[in-house]
């Protein structure tokens, strides 16, 4: 079992900065694969980060790379998601997902087994 929390979340302006940080409790956590997704009201979720499970490999969707950076301390059990350069078009909430034993990273929400509560970024123009 896994449990995850995010933080960082809030209102910024456009062309800001935020980091959200995802605290996992468990001892699996540098066995599992972490993705960040984001989700606005009558979309579906959207994938927008992943990282491997010692951090080798990265994924990045096209509308955020260059400006978001996903990083992990295994020693800390936490996920990061730096997010620069913000735009109007990146509010949403925010979840942090984690894909336990398995190696490699996925854009795919499916193959993710724990979520977490979610944060809002709200970016305003």
């Known amino acids: 079992q896994v449990q995850l929390v995010e933080s960082g979340g809030g209102l910024v302006q456009a062309g800001g900065s935020l980091r959200l940080s995802c605290a996992a409790s468990g001892r699996t956590f540098s066995s599992s694969g972490m993705g960040w997704f984001r989700q606005v009201p009558g979309k579906e979720r959207e994938f927008v980060a992943a990282i491997s499970r010692y951090g080798g490999d990265t994924a990045y969707a096209e509308s955020v790379k260059g400006r978001f950076t996903i990083s992990r301390d295994n020693a800390k059990n936490t996920v990061n998601l730096q997010m620069n350069s913000l735009r109007p078009e990146d509010t949403a909430v925010y979840y942090c997902?984690?894909?336990?034993?398995?190696?490699?990273?996925?854009?795919?929400?499916?193959?993710?087994?724990?979520w977490g509560q979610g944060t809002q970024v709200t970016v305003s123009s």
């Open positions: 997902a984690a894909r336990t034993l398995r190696i490699g990273v996925t854009r795919s929400a499916h193959e993710y087994d724990y």
